[in-house]
């Protein structure tokens, strides 16, 4: 490891800095020249660390990096900390890709006008060679949504001239040079295309293709979309000689972020993206004029939906899940309503899909937790299940904060279950499956919910270790009817006994659908049959004696429904 500069002056100060675990440590003066670095320099910069000090520090970085340099240094100068603040190097050599890196900062203790930078490689932003057209050097269209999402889940808490910005850009050119060009003018087309937009894009390989001659980059707001268009317009013309052919359109979004997270705000943009590349039958600029209404409709009601998890802007019903041979209620499924809504089915599915279900979870769950507690739901016989969004379990954060508040509830175990819900399929599913361990260990259990249905397929049984499975009511209904599905019944029910897991059939509305699903065996069943979800109020001084409702009453100090019997 080599240093820079006066090791002396800095040795106590990066020591206390080690804390960064970075890759390379750096001292900048008050005119932006590096005073100090010690670290991996060389495979940062392609210089050692002894030879950095004197240059600037916006030397280290792509020429498209600059302005974000300079924003940088004036917010630590305001005393402003920056953390893991996305950028790119050049890499060691003139052949390398640009690399990503992570930029922290805070001003100098005992030298007001120097700044303290910590740079660490980050890996997790090197999109692999797969994920990239062979022809244009372009990503995928996961590949590159991938990509915004961290990208812009970073740049969305910056000041506005430093953010990022997300362009979607429309090439109908493409499939007319393609016609008249001749095959291998068309790939020599391509692969312009693709460097055109990548070198407007943050370092080099922040550009994708989205279908149907539709492309999505992101870039640093010194790049406007009439630069994106006019180079696409030059490329064309240069090909296509003399044609009358349209100009390329782009358009950029940007949205106000006021009340809702950076990762909010990404998620916010991401929605449009998503549109963008689905709308096939629209041009841009129809897309684009229903586009940036939506993104401001988005963002709206995302606040809303904010406001409601911050000031616990919702109630909570209770739904029975019986045993099928005793009648005794099992457990309660917590289930959420939001006052002035029909059902709770948009609003959540709509937190999924841009990010906020993690708090809207914990929000819930705090609130069980308290009416567990309370003198209408401490007893020993009565125990409730609280939905957990897979998206919920595979955010770092949320599933740390569920823990911390798990360990704070040891009174309830035996008492409160989880019940893993997901509307898109959960893509790390060793992750989810570690918090849901976690839970079972600390003694609540957990129940897969929607099984056989959507994404809740049989992998998911074999990667995540549950107590019980709930089968989806699609299944229910039909055996009633048609009685189509008691093979896959069948089939789910043996599976799950041989698995030692629990089996919950919803939607139970006869006597029956019960008698067939003892028949298969299915231990416990959840539906109007036995009651609606409602929420019990207390009778007197006797709190309890509110759960005495429709089909309910007490036995021997169990809760018992009467229609199962």
Not at 211 to 234: C, F, K, Q
Not at 251 to 267: F, Q, V
Not at 525 to 545: M, N
Request: charged share 25%; with cysteine; hydrophobic share 45%.
């Amino acid at each position: 490891m080599a240093a820079a500069g006066d090791i002396n002056r800095s040795r106590d100060l990066y020591v206390a800095f080690a804390f960064a675990a970075a890759d390379l440590l750096i001292e900048v003066e008050a005119d932006g020249t590096i005073g100090f670095a010690v670290g991996a320099a060389m495979a940062l910069s392609g210089r050692p660390a002894r030879l950095l000090a004197g240059r600037p520090l916006a030397e280290l970085f792509v020429p498209a990096d600059a302005e974000r340099i300079a924003g940088v240094l004036r917010r630590i100068d305001r005393g402003d900390r920056v953390r893991h603040l996305l950028l790119h190097t050049p890499g060691a050599n003139e052949f390398h890709r640009p690399k990503p890196v992570a930029l922290s900062g805070y001003r100098h203790p005992q030298r007001p006008h120097a700044r303290l930078i910590a740079l660490t490689h980050a890996a997790t932003l090197d999109m692999p060679i797969e994920a990239h057209d062979p022809i244009t050097g372009l990503l995928d269209k996961d590949g590159f949504i991938d990509l915004a999402r961290r990208m812009l889940g970073e740049s969305s808490a910056l000041e506005n001239e430093e953010a990022y910005q997300l362009t979607m850009l429309e090439v109908p050119q493409v499939e007319k040079v393609r016609a008249e060009a001749g095959p291998l003018a068309a790939d020599e087309f391509m692969s312009e295309l693709g460097e055109r937009l990548r070198a407007c894009s943050v370092g080099g390989d922040a550009a994708g293709e989205l279908g149907d001659n539709r492309y999505g980059l992101i870039h640093a707001p010194s790049v406007g979309a009439d630069t994106i268009e006019a180079a696409i317009t030059e490329l064309v013309a240069a090909f296509l000689p003399g044609a009358a052919t349209p100009p390329a359109q782009a358009t950029s979004l940007a949205l106000d972020g006021a009340g809702i997270s950076s990762e909010e705000a990404a998620n916010a943009l991401l929605y449009s993206l998503n549109a963008f590349s689905r709308s096939g039958t629209m041009t841009l600029d129809d897309l684009t004029s229903d586009l940036k209404p939506r993104l401001s409709e988005t963002v709206a009601q995302m606040r809303e939906v904010r406001g409601v998890i911050d000031s616990g802007g919702f109630d909570l019903v209770f739904q029975p899940v019986v045993d099928l041979w005793t009648g005794v209620v099992h457990h309660f499924e917590c289930l959420v309503r939001f006052p002035g809504r029909d059902s709770p089915f948009e609003t959540v599915t709509f937190a999924e899909n841009v990010g906020m279900v993690g708090g809207l979870d914990l929000a819930i769950l705090g609130r069980a937790i308290d009416f567990i507690r309370s003198p209408m739901g401490r007893h020993e016989a009565l125990r409730f299940a609280v939905n957990l969004s897979g998206r919920s379990l595979s955010h770092v954060a949320t599933a740390r904060q569920l823990l911390g508040m798990m360990r704070d509830a040891g009174d309830l175990r035996g008492r409160l279950l989880f019940e893993l819900t997901e509307s898109a399929e959960i893509e790390d599913l060793p992750a989810v499956n570690g918090v849901l361990q976690m839970l079972r260990r600390q003694g609540f259990p957990v129940c897969l919910d929607d099984f056989g249905a959507g994404a809740a397929a049989f992998h998911y049984l074999r990667a995540l270790q549950v107590d019980h499975v709930k089968i989806d009511g699609s299944y229910i209904r039909e055996i009633s009817s048609s009685g189509q599905s008691t093979p896959f019944l069948r089939a789910i029910a043996g599976l799950c006994r041989d698995l030692k897991v629990g089996t919950i059939a919803e939607f139970v509305e006869s006597s029956e659908t019960i008698n067939l699903l003892k028949l298969l065996k299915v231990r416990f069943g959840q539906g109007y049959y036995f009651g609606k979800p409602v929420c019990p109020k207390p009778a007197d001084d006797t709190p309890l004696r509110g759960w005495a409702m429709e089909n309910l009453e007490w036995q021997n100090g169990l809760l018992v429904c009467r229609t199962a019997l």
